[in-house]
């Protein structure tokens, strides 16, 4: 009975992925000599023979043939008269090896000896998996949903891996079910409590940055260089991109005819606005292509603060900020400059900046009225008051006594 167990355990084993066949008959070798070991204090004189096709073994003892009298340890000698009971032939000083029925060692030696393997086992599958992803961080990965949580969700890769895509890392407008495919990049690979803890993303640069490689050749080829990426996933991201090979048009590689490459990124990102801008060391420039599609009159680098002065004609300010301020953010971040925006007026149109009415409006309500872009008496009155509601953190009755105090201005 107990043998068809061990052989059950064989068959376990060889099914088991990720490890191969000279790791387990090494494993299985070692877990028999521990059961040697503690039964015989050693294993040195045992030959421990596997046969992982058949999934059965054969323990051998060697043992020195001595007179009876001599006899000290019957694990490492054998009389002489038990040795012709084997065989005939036997003389004193030989060597007598026969075989130890791995059965008679009783129940609890083959318990212990399940149990030992099946540690193992677990063992080197953890740390199989650990090691297969610690090589992959930085890679997208495809796997099946397979439990949803309200913090997190367990996807299953092709080899049946467990992978965590947590909340945080889940782009906002993301809806999964159980059993539809994900894509993903693995960001981070740990050991927790003794457990590997392979975890994904879809809001990661990378993770864009993958799926350009996946869907522009030139890029994946090398020929086109991903400078630097930023976004606020599912919202809009901007990628700057550069040519070493004057022939090829980087941007218009990147979102191919009539915009066929992007799509595809577009979609998988959940409609994330995309922004491809030619990357050029000229600062200036720079910030020009990453504002677009705003039109800008002048910029002045402030080098020392690392902040930059953006001119725009009045119509063009907004364009410029984009919904939210994600625009005018998503620019910054990209060239590493805090971007102010100042509206240009015309020579004749007399206009007074808002710092002017320091004494009379509260500077906070200044900064908010800045953040959207409006640094002038007349920016402010060309807005609605519903557009500045909606636009800053103000009351509606803040925004009609800063309007009176600036249309008194006007006056």
């Given at each position: 009975?107990?043998?068809?167990n061990?052989i059950?355990?064989?068959?376990?084993?060889?099914?088991?992925?990720?490890?191969?066949?000279?790791?387990m008959?090494?494993?299985?070798?070692?877990?028999?000599?521990?059961?040697?070991?503690?039964?015989?204090?050693?294993?040195?004189?045992?030959?421990?023979?596997?046969?992982?096709?058949?999934?059965?073994?054969?323990?051998?003892?060697?043992?020195?043939?001595?007179?009876?009298?001599?006899?000290?340890?019957?694990?490492?000698?054998?009389?002489?008269?038990?040795?012709?009971?084997?065989?005939?032939?036997?003389?004193?000083?030989?060597?007598?090896?026969?075989?130890?029925k791995?059965?008679?060692?009783?129940?609890?030696?083959?318990?212990?000896?399940?149990?030992?393997?099946?540690?193992?086992?677990?063992?080197?599958?953890?740390?199989?998996?650990?090691?297969?992803?610690?090589?992959?961080?930085?890679?997208i990965?495809?796997?099946?949903v397979?439990?949803?949580?309200?913090?997190?969700?367990?996807?299953?890769?092709?080899?049946g891996?467990?992978?965590?895509?947590?909340?945080?890392?889940?782009?906002?407008?993301?809806?999964?079910?159980?059993?539809?495919?994900?894509?993903?990049?693995v960001?981070?690979?740990?050991?927790?409590?003794?457990n590997?803890?392979?975890?994904?993303?879809?809001?990661?640069p990378?993770?864009?940055?993958?799926?350009?490689?996946?869907?522009v050749?030139?890029?994946f080829?090398?020929?086109?260089?991903?400078?630097?990426?930023?976004?606020?996933?599912?919202?809009?991201?901007?990628?700057?991109?550069?040519?070493y090979?004057?022939?090829?048009d980087?941007v218009?590689?990147?979102?191919?005819m009539?915009?066929?490459?992007?799509?595809?990124?577009v979609r998988?990102?959940?409609n994330?606005?995309?922004?491809?801008?030619?990357f050029?060391?000229?600062?200036?420039?720079?910030?020009?292509?990453?504002?677009?599609?705003?039109?800008?009159?002048?910029?002045?680098?402030?080098?020392?603060?690392?902040?930059?002065?953006?001119?725009?004609?009045?119509?063009?300010?907004?364009?410029?900020i984009?919904?939210g301020?994600?625009?005018?953010?998503?620019?910054?971040?990209?060239?590493?400059?805090?971007?102010?925006?100042y509206?240009?007026a015309?020579?004749?149109?007399?206009?007074?900046?808002?710092?002017?009415?320091?004494?009379?409006?509260?500077?906070w309500?200044?900064?908010?009225l800045?953040?959207?872009?409006c640094d002038?008496?007349?920016?402010?009155l060309?807005l609605?008051?519903?557009?500045?509601?909606k636009?800053t953190?103000?009351?509606?009755?803040?925004?009609?006594e800063?309007?009176?105090?600036?249309?008194a201005?006007?006056?």
């Open positions: 009975m107990e043998n068809i061990l059950d355990t064989f068959s376990e084993f060889k099914e088991l992925k990720n490890i191969d066949r000279a790791t008959i090494s494993v299985l070798e070692d877990s028999f000599r521990s059961v040697l070991i503690k039964r015989f204090g050693t294993d040195e004189n045992f030959d421990v023979i596997i046969n992982d096709d058949k999934g059965d073994f054969e323990i051998w003892r060697n043992r020195e043939v001595v007179k009876e009298e001599d006899l000290e340890d019957e694990n490492l000698q054998i009389s002489l008269k038990e040795a012709k009971k084997i065989d005939e032939d036997y003389e004193l000083g030989e060597e007598v090896t026969d075989e130890v791995f059965l008679d060692f009783g129940r609890r030696a083959i318990l212990s000896l399940r149990q030992n393997l099946s540690a193992r086992i677990l063992e080197l599958e953890k740390d199989n998996i650990y090691h297969a992803y610690k090589d992959r961080v930085g890679d990965v495809t796997g099946e397979y439990q949803i949580w309200k913090r997190e969700i367990l996807i299953i890769d092709d080899e891996n467990e992978l965590i895509l947590p909340k945080t890392e889940q782009i906002p407008s993301d809806f999964f079910r159980k059993g539809d495919n994900v894509r993903a990049v960001v981070k690979v740990e050991i927790r409590n003794n590997p803890l392979i975890i994904l993303s879809r809001t990661s990378v993770f864009l940055e993958r799926l350009f490689e996946l869907e050749p030139e890029i080829d090398g020929l086109i260089t991903i400078k630097k990426i930023v976004r606020v996933p599912g919202e809009r991201a901007k990628v700057a991109v550069e040519s090979d004057e022939r090829i980087p218009g590689a990147c979102v191919g009539k915009g066929s490459r992007i799509h595809g990124i998988e990102l959940k994330e606005n995309i922004d491809v801008i030619n050029t060391a000229n600062t200036q420039l720079f910030i020009q292509r990453a504002l677009n599609p705003a039109k800008i009159t002048n910029i002045k680098l402030v080098e020392e603060t690392g902040r930059a002065e953006v001119y725009l004609r009045p119509e063009e300010v907004s364009l410029a984009g919904k301020g994600l625009n005018i953010r998503l620019a910054g971040q990209l060239t590493g400059y805090e971007l102010d925006v509206r240009e015309d020579e004749d149109d007399e206009d007074v900046t808002l710092d002017e009415f320091s004494d009379e409006i509260e500077s309500v200044l900064d908010e800045k953040a959207i872009g002038t008496a007349k920016s402010v060309d609605s008051v519903e557009d500045l509601v636009r953190d103000l009351e509606e009755e803040t925004i009609r800063v309007r009176g105090v600036l249309n201005e006007f006056e």
